[in-house]
Protein backbone atom coordinates (compact mmCIF):
# COMPACT_ATOMS: atom_id res chain seq x y z
CA UNK A 1 0.00 0.00 0.00
CA UNK A 2 0.96 3.41 -1.05
CA UNK A 3 1.00 6.20 1.78
CA UNK A 4 1.02 9.47 0.88
CA UNK A 5 0.72 12.93 2.95
CA UNK A 6 -1.45 15.84 1.21
CA UNK A 7 -2.87 19.23 1.83
CA UNK A 8 -5.91 20.71 0.99
CA UNK A 9 -5.28 21.65 -2.87
CA UNK A 10 -3.14 19.00 -3.46
CA UNK A 11 -3.74 15.89 -5.24
CA UNK A 12 -2.96 12.43 -6.29
CA UNK A 13 -3.07 11.17 -9.85
CA UNK A 14 -3.98 7.25 -10.71
CA UNK A 15 -3.32 5.84 -14.39
CA UNK A 16 -2.70 9.53 -15.76
CA UNK A 17 -6.78 9.72 -16.26
CA UNK A 18 -7.87 9.62 -12.49
CA UNK A 19 -7.19 12.34 -10.07
CA UNK A 20 -7.96 12.17 -6.05
CA UNK A 21 -8.12 15.60 -4.66
CA UNK A 22 -8.02 16.74 -1.25
CA UNK A 23 -11.16 19.21 -0.32
CA UNK A 24 -11.21 20.39 2.76
CA UNK A 25 -9.95 18.49 6.20
CA UNK A 26 -11.87 18.41 9.14
CA UNK A 27 -10.81 17.21 12.74
CA UNK A 28 -12.22 14.03 11.88
CA UNK A 29 -13.09 13.66 8.48
CA UNK A 30 -11.13 14.58 4.97
CA UNK A 31 -13.48 15.58 2.45
CA UNK A 32 -11.77 14.49 -1.06
CA UNK A 33 -13.18 14.77 -4.89
CA UNK A 34 -12.57 12.36 -7.49
CA UNK A 35 -12.08 12.99 -11.05
CA UNK A 36 -12.41 10.13 -13.59
CA UNK A 37 -14.07 9.21 -16.87
CA UNK A 38 -17.68 8.74 -16.59
CA UNK A 39 -16.70 4.77 -17.70
CA UNK A 40 -15.04 4.63 -14.10
CA UNK A 41 -17.12 3.64 -11.44
CA UNK A 42 -16.12 5.13 -8.15
CA UNK A 43 -18.33 4.04 -5.02
CA UNK A 44 -17.85 4.26 -1.42
CA UNK A 45 -16.46 1.08 -0.48
CA UNK A 46 -19.36 0.81 2.18
CA UNK A 47 -21.97 0.69 -0.28
CA UNK A 48 -20.10 -1.99 -2.65
CA UNK A 49 -22.33 -4.72 -1.52
CA UNK A 50 -25.52 -2.39 -1.97
CA UNK A 51 -23.89 -2.00 -5.70
CA UNK A 52 -23.78 -5.49 -6.24
CA UNK A 53 -27.37 -6.47 -5.27
CA UNK A 54 -28.63 -3.85 -7.46
CA UNK A 55 -26.43 -5.24 -10.00
CA UNK A 56 -27.66 -8.99 -9.50
CA UNK A 57 -31.68 -7.43 -9.47
CA UNK A 58 -30.81 -5.61 -12.66
CA UNK A 59 -29.15 -8.28 -14.26
CA UNK A 60 -32.64 -10.83 -13.08
CA UNK A 61 -35.10 -8.16 -13.94
CA UNK A 62 -34.07 -8.45 -17.78
CA UNK A 63 -33.78 -12.71 -17.57
CA UNK A 64 -37.01 -12.89 -20.00
CA UNK A 65 -37.47 -16.50 -18.79
CA UNK A 66 -37.76 -15.43 -15.27
CA UNK A 67 -39.60 -12.14 -15.79
CA UNK A 68 -42.80 -14.63 -18.08
CA UNK A 69 -42.63 -16.50 -15.06
CA UNK A 70 -42.97 -14.40 -12.25
CA UNK A 71 -45.83 -12.66 -14.49
CA UNK A 72 -47.74 -16.17 -14.37
CA UNK A 73 -46.80 -16.37 -11.14
CA UNK A 74 -49.05 -13.18 -10.26
CA UNK A 75 -51.59 -14.02 -12.63
CA UNK A 76 -52.35 -17.43 -10.83
CA UNK A 77 -52.27 -15.29 -7.80
CA UNK A 78 -54.73 -12.16 -8.81
CA UNK A 79 -57.01 -15.29 -9.62
CA UNK A 80 -57.10 -17.37 -6.83
CA UNK A 81 -60.47 -15.76 -4.22
CA UNK A 82 -59.37 -14.87 -0.97
CA UNK A 83 -58.83 -17.97 1.65
CA UNK A 84 -59.05 -20.57 -0.54
CA UNK A 85 -56.26 -22.05 0.47
CA UNK A 86 -55.12 -23.12 -3.44
CA UNK A 87 -51.14 -23.78 -3.32
CA UNK A 88 -49.72 -22.12 -6.92
CA UNK A 89 -47.33 -23.93 -8.81
CA UNK A 90 -44.22 -22.88 -10.58
CA UNK A 91 -42.45 -24.62 -13.29
Known amino acids: ????????????A??????IEVIEISR???KLGVRAPQTVSVTRRETLPIAAENR???ELLHNHELRDDL???L???RRMSPGTGE???VS
Open 1 to 12: MLVLRRRVGEAI
Open 14 to 19: ISGDIE
Open 28 to 30: TRV
Open 56 to 58: SAS
Open 71 to 73: EEI
Open 75 to 77: RKV
Open 87 to 89: KIG
